[in-house]
């Protein structure tokens, strides 16, 4: 048995929120949430599979490959719900045999190629911040599993500020990169919630998508030149911003989540960090009302840098456990840039936000989301302790088809949910936008049953059938991993599933990068 510690748990200790006592009484009374679920103090951590003639070639190659149980407990999971429901069970089965840890870009392809040669399945670990079970790799088949941990490619290789791009290596962290940017003046401007603990590589493999990404961006257009490690040798992409020297190899890269190479470098673009900051609140009297703002805005600007819209139950939950208040739905503007620039641009979107029927707030409520934009996941803990189940998931889908896609995926949650005894509170927000659509961000708050696990994911496929029957895509930003397989599969068709197993077949011809994960 092996010491769970913070493992099965979000972040930093010292960061750990508790429940008041009136949110309590709102889960015991909307929710009849009354018995708490404490976790479970040591883990089952089966033996490593890896024999020592195999962990002997592999530190041939890399000197750093630990076999001891608390890197591969630290190694086990990601962060979904369904991930930290087992942990806290005591349940590591997914944890890998070993955990490299190079500390150089050819460290990373020799290891590949060692692994390719005697069948042992890898799995890239950047944060280990993957809430779709993309750090769960299939065992069949292989002598056993390798955790590839990046963290010790933490440099920034080059900055330049003609064309502003910076090159990092792929296991940076995000507040890492910033603190490097920020001593010479720039920004990525890439903020996700998962922004405390996430690498830039592990963005790039998964698409992610950050609070302002209005203003700056997803990340994967950020992303100008990768390079990844491949079992059969290194991958270079990216030498000038845009080309039509035939499909841009970049894009394989890019949400691949590890099945194709292990990203080891990139090179993203840059901005001058901002000089200035206007976050404010705007109320809107029902969901409709506040996305046929967004959609002007989206569409026809002004642009702000952050936009997201919650719907009233989001607003009303928020407002009731101290969040920001406001009535109807609550819509975040927030504007980065130059002082002239944020003057500029706060006073035309206050101007045409009134014009479209929306209440100004002020700051207050901007800041107060701003203030508390990283804790969520703290507070999942919180309410995993207290016998609730709360787990997030996110689609995205065109202008005409989101009302549609927003009331089916609602529904299918309070029907699946409410069938099994358990009903929930569905709440939703609009989180990144599009002149062409938007992503939908659902947060689900429910009474765990007794088997948890299978609880969520019976709610889950409810709602992935209903968002693939609007014709909605199964994922926006979160990846696809194993959670959302079956759907992707279906999402891009036969043909394009054999497309992917081409590439998958050139670059990774034994199967051993992230096996399950992505494609079948």
């Known amino acids: 048995m092996n010491e769970l510690r913070d493992v099965a748990r979000w972040g930093t200790p010292a960061d750990a929120v508790s429940l008041s006592s009136g949110v309590r009484d709102l889960l015991s009374a909307a929710l009849g949430v009354t018995d708490p679920r404490p976790a479970a103090a040591t883990a089952d951590l089966p033996a490593g599979t890896l024999s020592e003639t195999v ?40 944890a890998p045999d ?63 500020q003609v064309s502003r791009t910076a090159t990092f290596e792929a296991g940076v962290r995000a507040p890492r990169a910033e603190q490097l940017l920020a001593a010479e003046g720039f920004t990525l401007g890439h903020f996700p919630q998962s922004f405390e603990y996430a690498s830039l590589g ?48 970049r894009q394989l890269l890019l949400g691949s989540e590890g099945a194709f190479g292990v990203i080891t470098e990139l090179t993203v673009r840059v901005r001058p960090a901002p000089q200035a900051r206007h976050y404010a609140g705007w109320s809107f009297p029902s969901f409709d009302a506040g996305a046929h703002a967004v959609r002007a805005l989206a569409q026809d600007g002004p642009m702000p840098t952050v936009l997201r819209l919650s719907d009233e139950t989001e607003t009303a939950i928020n407002a009731a456990t101290g969040g920001p208040q406001a009535d109807g739905c609550l819509a975040v503007v927030g504007v980065e840039g130059t002082v002239e620039d944020v003057a500029g641009r706060t006073a035309a979107l206050e101007q045409r936000l009134a014009e479209l029927g929306g209440t100004p707030l002020g700051t207050g409520p901007g800041e107060a989301w701003q203030e508390g934009r990283f804790r969520a996941p703290y507070l999942r803990d919180a309410l995993l302790d207290a016998g609730a189940i709360a787990e997030t998931l996110e689609t995205a889908t065109f202008w005409d088809r989101l009302p549609a896609t927003y009331a089916a995926v609602r529904g299918a949650l309070m029907e699946n949910l409410s069938g099994a005894g358990t009903p929930p509170l569905v709440l939703c927000h609009i989180s990144h936008v599009y002149d062409s659509g938007a992503s939908l961000y659902f947060t689900v708050v429910a009474a765990q049953a007794e088997e948890p696990v299978a609880q969520w994911q019976a709610a889950k496929a409810a709602a992935s059938d209903a968002i693939a029957a609007s014709g909605a895509t199964i994922t926006h930003h979160h990846g696809v991993g194993r959670a959302h397989r079956p759907w992707y599969t279906r999402e891009i068709g036969d043909v394009g599933v054999a497309a992917l197993q081409g590439v998958k077949q050139a670059l990774d011809p034994h199967g051993i990068l992230n096996p399950g994960i992505l494609l079948p």
Do not use: N, W
């Open 98 to 160: 070993a955990v490299a840890r190079p500390t150089a870009q050819q460290q990373v392809a020799d290891l590949l190629a060692v692994c390719s040669r005697l069948r042992v399945a890898v799995v890239p670990f950047g944060g280990g911040t993957s809430v779709v079970g993309g750090l769960a790799a299939r065992r069949e088949g292989f002598a056993g599993v390798l955790a590839v941990d990046l963290a010790a490619l933490d440099r920034l290789v080059h900055l330049d």
């Open 55 to 94: 962990l002997k070639e592999l530190r041939s190659v890399c000197p750093t490959v630990a076999t001891d149980d608390e890197a591969r407990l630290a190694h086990a999971a990601g962060k979904s719900t369904d991930d930290l429901l087992r942990l806290r069970a005591g349940q590591a089965g997914d």
């Open 202 to 249: 592990g963005f790039a493999a998964t698409r992610s998508s950050g609070q302002a990404s209005a203003g700056y961006g997803r990340f994967d257009r950020m992303v100008v030149g990768l390079r990844a490690a491949t079992p059969i040798g290194l991958l270079d992409t990216g030498r000038a911003p845009e080309s039509a020297a035939g499909p841009d190899l």
